[in-house]
């Protein structure tokens, strides 16, 4: 892989890499389709990575599709999907770790210790085998994705981070490989994750400004489903991932965590900052 990708640079390409775990949904397919796209030489890795999966967690029941996963990266046109086994990516003797501090101590990595330690350190070899100009991710798993823009720019790997929409079901919840564990009735509550950021992004757009408020509409949408458990609801810095008491403090982002039974979803949705609001307000009332 390290070889071909040199090869494509020295050719003076532009490398691209979409990091998945496979199962791909529509989610994935738009950050293949940017990738390509944008750039010249695309490569998809496909790697189920089981150091950032909890000794409780569901590493070995994860969905795995991976001929149907390749056959759509070929018909999308990705040049190359690199799937690494796991002894492959971990020999023996394997000793070392990357650790971003700070931002990955909340929300996530508050409830899945280890799992950010797993992802910065996978994406960092991921990075060093497919010497990428750009690299792709979702805004769905926003707090991985403000970690991975501090790790590329902190060892310098020479890659831009691209952070590419959330994809959502006609209903709002956010397409993930997890949905599949859901129960029927589990699915159909599930889409208080979106109701709920929907009514703190309203609520914003109409001039609530105050954290604690938000925080509150998204929980009592979220406890109005009798199998949604609440973990986390709160508003963030999009960059720092830090509480905020109030969106005029920065880049604010809604955020939630929510388990059924034993499968855990997570979304997120920026808040409009309040000038946009004070505009919209005096636009609405001339
Ligand atoms: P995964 O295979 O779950 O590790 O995800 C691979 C990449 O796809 C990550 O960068 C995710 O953030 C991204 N992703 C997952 N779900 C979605 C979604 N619904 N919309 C956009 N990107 C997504």
């Known amino acids: 892989m390290q070889r071909v990708a040199d090869g494509w640079r020295a050719e003076g390409a532009t490398v691209g890499v979409v990091p998945t775990m496979g199962a791909l949904h529509?989610?994935?397919?738009?950050?293949?389709?940017?990738?390509?796209?944008?750039?010249?030489?695309?490569?998809?890795?496909?790697?189920v990575?089981?150091?950032?999966?909890?000794?409780?967690?569901?590493?070995?029941?994860?969905?795995?599709?991976?001929?149907?996963?390749?056959?759509l990266a070929r018909d999308i046109g990705i040049d190359v999907v690199f799937a690494p086994a796991v002894e492959a990516m971990y020999a023996e003797g394997f000793a070392t770790t990357v650790h971003v501090a700070?931002?990955?101590?909340?929300?996530?990595?508050?409830?899945?210790?280890?799992h950010f330690d797993g992802v910065t350190t996978v994406v960092s070899k991921l990075f060093n085998i497919t010497r990428p100009h750009r690299a792709y991710f979702g805004q769905k798993d926003a707090q991985q994705a403000a970690i991975v823009r501090r790790l590329a720019a902190d060892l310098d790997f020479g890659c831009r981070v691209r952070v590419c929409p959330t994809v959502r079901e006609p209903d709002g919840?956010?397409?993930?490989?997890?949905?599949?564990y859901l129960s029927p009735v589990e699915r159909e509550q599930a889409t208080c994750l979106y109701e709920a950021l929907c009514a703190a992004r309203d609520l914003a757009r109409a001039g609530t400004t105050r954290a604690a408020a938000l925080t509150?509409?998204?929980?009592?949408?979220?406890?109005?489903?009798?199998?949604?458990?609440l973990e986390y609801a709160a508003v963030?810095?999009?960059?720092?991932?830090?509480?905020?008491?109030?969106?005029?403090?920065?880049?604010?982002l809604a955020v939630v965590a929510v388990r059924f039974g034993g499968t855990r979803l997570i979304d997120n949705m920026?808040?409009?900052?309040?000038t946009t609001r004070r505009a919209a307000r005096a636009r609405a009332t001339g």
């Open 236 to 252: 963030v810095n999009a960059e720092t991932m830090e509480k905020l008491s109030d969106i005029g403090e920065g880049p604010a």
């Open 173 to 180: 919840l956010a397409l993930s490989s997890r949905n599949v």
């Open 270 to 274: 920026p808040l409009p900052p309040p």
């Open 26 to 47: 529509a989610g994935h397919e738009r950050l293949l389709r940017t990738a390509r796209r944008e750039c010249d030489r695309t490569v998809m890795t496909l790697f």
């Open 102 to 114: 700070g931002l990955t101590d909340a929300w996530e990595g508050a409830a899945r210790p280890a």
């Open 49 to 71: 990575n089981p150091t950032q999966f909890g000794p409780r967690e569901d590493l070995a029941r994860y969905p795995r599709s991976p001929a149907k996963d390749k056959a």
């Open 216 to 229: 509150r509409a998204m929980r009592h949408t979220i406890r109005r489903r009798t199998l949604a458990e």
